[in-house]
């Protein structure tokens, strides 16, 4: 056998899914994005208290290859201000999301500084979403809403209903194998942001 290069012996990376239900996270980043449909701000963030503390970020550093993704993100619509139905969901879901980061952080008001989101806590629910791509489907676990921190410290939430793919029947959401803990590192200078 002839060897080649590149050999490394090393375990495959296998990728947690975070539980779907609610947990206190903590504004990474937040980006305003433009998009021809609208636009969004991208709020990057990681898990902050709970056994699932630092998710996001063990889980950054655990990708094995070039191009690795922060996972642990919400994009929150802007309203176009244009008086249609979907403006006024938009405006409802921006709202309330709104109050939930004045609940979760004594003394903070939002005044259209989207930038002052950046290191507030949040509360956010998860729930599981059914993907396809390239002839290929599963489940990953994803953010659909923003609420005060302290419904999550205390209880006061339902888990969101599973969301299939709406183009055919839901398969059964995966059951997570593979690691539990990555180890524990304090240095943040690799992270995206």
């Known amino acids: 056998m002839k060897a080649f290069s590149g050999y490394e012996p090393k375990r495959s990376y296998v990728r947690e899914q ?11 980043d937040v980006k305003l994005m433009h998009n021809d449909w609208g636009d969004i701000l991208l709020l990057s963030f990681d898990v902050e208290e709970g056994d699932k503390k630092g998710f996001f970020r063990d889980d950054y550093r655990g990708q094995t290859y070039e191009d690795k993704k922060w996972r642990g993100t919400y ?3 802007i309203p176009a201000d244009d008086g249609s139905d979907k403006d006024a969901w938009a405006k409802n879901a921006f709202n309330n999301a709104m109050f ?7 003394g903070f008001r939002f005044d259209w500084d989207e930038n002052k989101l950046k290191g507030l806590l949040v509360g956010a629910l998860f729930r599981n979403e059914e993907w ?3 002839g290929r489907t599963g489940w990953t676990t994803k953010c659909c ?5 302290d419904d999550i410290r205390s209880g006061k939430f339902k888990t969101p209903k599973d969301k299939p793919r709406q183009d055919r029947p839901a398969s059964t959401p995966f059951e997570t194998t593979g690691p539990k803990d990555f180890e524990a590192l304090d240095d943040d200078d690799d992270l995206p942001f």
Do not use: H, Q, T
């Not at 939930?100 to 004594?106: H, L, Q």
């Open 132 to 134: 396809e791509m390239n």
């Open 145 to 149: 809403s923003l609420i005060p921190a």
């Open 100 to 106: 939930a980061f004045e609940d979760s952080n004594k």
């Open 75 to 77: 994009r929150l619509r």
């Open 18 to 28: 975070l539980p779907a239900g609610g947990y206190v996270v903590k504004i990474m």
